[in-house]
C-alpha cells in the first residue's frame, strides 16, 4: 500500500485509505514508546497532520510505510523532549513504587533539569519558557516578543541543544522516568 505519488498530488481519497489502515497499526507502534494510549494517538495524529500539510515538500526515498513508522518513533521521542518540564511538573512528589531511594533521585533529576534551563541565556530562556510551559507556538511567540519566527526557531534551537548537552548523561533516567510516571 504505498500511494505516495496520489497523496502528494493531494488525492485525499488515497489519503483517507492510508490513514484508515495505517493508523491502528501506527498507534500500537507509537505505544511501544508512549505507553498511554492518549498520547500515542496523538502522536500517530500528528504524523498524519504533517504528512497531509507538507505533502508537496516532503521527499520520501524509502517506501510510504517505513516513513510512517520513522515519523511515529521520531515523534514520540519529540513529544517527551518537548514536553518533559511539563511532564515533570505534573508528577512532582509521585514516589517510585517499592524503592525509598527513588523519591530522592527524582527530586534530584528535576532540580539538575530546573538548573540546566535557569542556566539558559535570558533570551533563550524566555523563548524556551513560553515555548514549552505556555504552549506558544513560534508564531505567537515572535508575535508576542515583536521577533521574527527565524529568531524564535533560532533561540529555540540553542536552547535544546544547551539543554541536551547539559542533560546529556540523564537522557535516559529521564525517559524512563517519564515513561514509568505516564503507565
Given at each position: ?6 497523496i502528494k498530488r493531494g488525492d485525499i481519497k488515497v489519503f ?21 494510549h492518549s498520547i500515542s494517538e496523538e502522536v500517530v495524529q ?138
Amino acid at each position: 500500500m504505498d500511494n505516495w505519488q496520489d497523496i502528494k498530488r493531494g488525492d485525499i481519497k488515497v489519503f483517507s485509505k492510508v490513514f484508515r489502515y495505517y493508523y491502528p497499526l501506527l498507534c500500537n507502534y507509537a505505544n511501544i514508546f508512549c505507553k498511554n494510549h492518549s498520547i500515542s494517538e496523538e502522536v500517530v495524529q500528528e504524523v498524519f497532520i504533517n504528512l497531509w500539510e507538507n505533502r508537496k515538500s516532503i521527499t520520501i526515498k524509502t517506501s510510504l510505510e517505513k516513513y510512517l513508522y520513522i515519523s511515529v518513533k521520531n515523534r514520540s521521542y519529540n513529544y517527551f523532549r518537548d514536553n518533559f518540564k511539563l511532564i515533570l511538573s505534573e508528577i512532582d512528589g509521585i514516589e517510585i513504587p517499592y524503592n525509598p531511594n527513588g523519591y530522592l533521585e527524582f527530586n534530584e533529576l528535576k532540580k539538575i533539569c530546573e538548573k540546566a534551563i535557569d542556566e539558559l541565556p535570558l533570551k533563550c530562556k524566555e523563548i524556551f519558557m513560553l515555548s514549552r510551559e505556555e504552549g506558544l507556538s513560534y508564531r505567537q511567540i515572535a508575535d508576542m516578543k515583536g521577533i521574527s519566527y527565524k529568531t524564535v526557531e533560532n533561540q529555540l534551537g540553542i536552547a535544546l541543544k544547551k539543554l541536551r548537552n547539559q542533560l546529556g548523561p540523564y537522557i535516559d533516567i529521564i525517559f524512563c522516568l517519564l515513561i514509568a510516571s505516564i503507565t
